[in-house]
C-alpha cells in the first residue's frame, strides 16, 4: 500500500490530480522531522500550511521546508487564525509572494472556544481571493445552504467541518455532509474535528473525496503509527463507497437459504 486506491483512482481539484485522498497538516508536531514521518506514513501528497505558525523564511530557525519538501509534497497554505476577510487575504497574499502558492485554503474563524467558521465572512473572503486570482479550498460549516454558496462563488473545493477543530468528536452530522456530497459538483472533504481512524473511514464511505486532519495524527500517543492507520482507513472508506454498502432492512435475512432444511 502506497495510500492510493488501487487501480490507480484519483480525484482532481483546481486542475491538480493527486492519487492520496489523505491530507495532513504540519501544526503540534514534537518537532519538523516527525511531521515529515507522519505526512510520509500517511501517504499524503498534500499538506496544509498555517503561515502565521510555521518558519517558511528564517534560515537561522528550523525551516518546514528542509524536512517536509516543496518538491515532495503540494503545499496547501491556510488562514489558520483569521477572523477577517482582509487578514485572510493578507496572509495568503504572503504565501503566494514566499512560495508561489495559488491554491489556497481559507478559514475565517468566528470563535476562539469552537473555531468554527464565521460563513458570512467566509463567503465574502472567498469573494476577495478569487478576485485576486487565488484557487480556493474553502473550510465551512456543514450547512448544504452556504455550501452551496461558495460553490456558486467559484470555490475549487467544499470542506465542512466534522466537528469543532481539534476537538476529536468525529462526524457530528452525517445527513448535512451527505447533502453536501449530493449536490456538489466541486470535491467535498471533511475537514477538521476527525478522532480516530473510524471517523475517516465515515467519511469516506458517505461519499467524500478526500479527508483532511491535522491533531489527530500530531496528537496520537503514536503519531507514525496513527499516519499509517488513517492512511489505510481512507483507503477503505473509499473501496466500501465503491463497492457500494448493502441495503439497511429492519428485519434479519439469514445469509443460508431456507430450501432443504429438515
Same mark, same amino acid.
Given at each position: ?83 477577517? #476577510?482582509? /487578514? &485572510? =487575504? ?6 503566494? *509572494? +514566499?512560495?508561489?502558492?495559488? !491554491? ?102 458517505? #461519499?467524500? /473525496? &478526500? =479527508? ?6 500530531? *496528537? +496520537?500517543?503514536?503519531?507514525? !503509527? ?37
Amino acid at each position: 500500500m502506497d495510500g492510493t486506491i488501487p487501480g490507480n483512482e484519483t480525484w482532481t481539484v483546481a486542475g491538480r490530480t493527486f492519487t492520496s485522498r489523505l491530507i495532513v497538516g504540519t501544526g503540534k508536531y514534537r518537532d519538523y522531522a516527525q511531521n515529515a514521518a507522519a505526512a510520509e506514513a500517511a501517504g499524503a501528497e498534500i499538506v496544509t500550511v498555517a503561515l502565521r505558525r510555521v518558519n517558511l523564511s528564517d534560515p537561522n530557525q528550523p525551516m518546514l521546508v528542509d524536512y517536509v519538501k516543496p518538491d515532495r509534497f503540494t503545499f496547501l497554505p491556510n488562514t489558520a487564525g483569521c477572523f477577517t #476577510g482582509e /487578514d &485572510a =487575504v493578507r496572509t495568503l497574499r504572503l504565501a503566494r *509572494e +514566499a512560495g508561489g502558492w495559488d !491554491l489556497v485554503k481559507l478559514e475565517v474563524l468566528s470563535d476562539t472556544k469552537h473555531l468554527l467558521p464565521d460563513m458570512e465572512e467566509t463567503l465574502r473572503a472567498l469573494k476577495l481571493l478569487i478576485a485576486d486570482g487565488f484557487q480556493v479550498m474553502v473550510y465551512c460549516s456543514d450547512d448544504p445552504v452556504y455550501a452551496r454558496k461558495l460553490e456558486d462563488a467559484g470555490a475549487a473545493a467544499i470542506m465542512p467541518a466534522a466537528a469543532p477543530i481539534g476537538s476529536g468528536r468525529g462526524i457530528q452530522n452525517t445527513l448535512n455532509l451527505g447533502l453536501i456530497i449530493e449536490q456538489s459538483r466541486v470535491p467535498v472533504l471533511v475537514d477538521a474535528g476527525v478522532g480516530t481512524a473510524s471517523d475517516a473511514v465515515l467519511a469516506m464511505e458517505l #461519499g467524500c /473525496d &478526500a =479527508v483532511l486532519m491535522n491533531t489527530a495524527i500530531a *496528537e +496520537a500517543r503514536d503519531p507514525i !503509527l496513527m499516519a499509517s492507520a488513517m492512511k489505510h482507513a481512507v483507503i477503505a472508506g473509499r473501496e466500501a463507497f465503491l463497492a457500494g454498502r448493502m441495503a439497511r432492512r429492519t428485519y434479519a435475512d439469514p445469509s443460508s437459504p431456507r430450501a432443504g432444511l429438515i
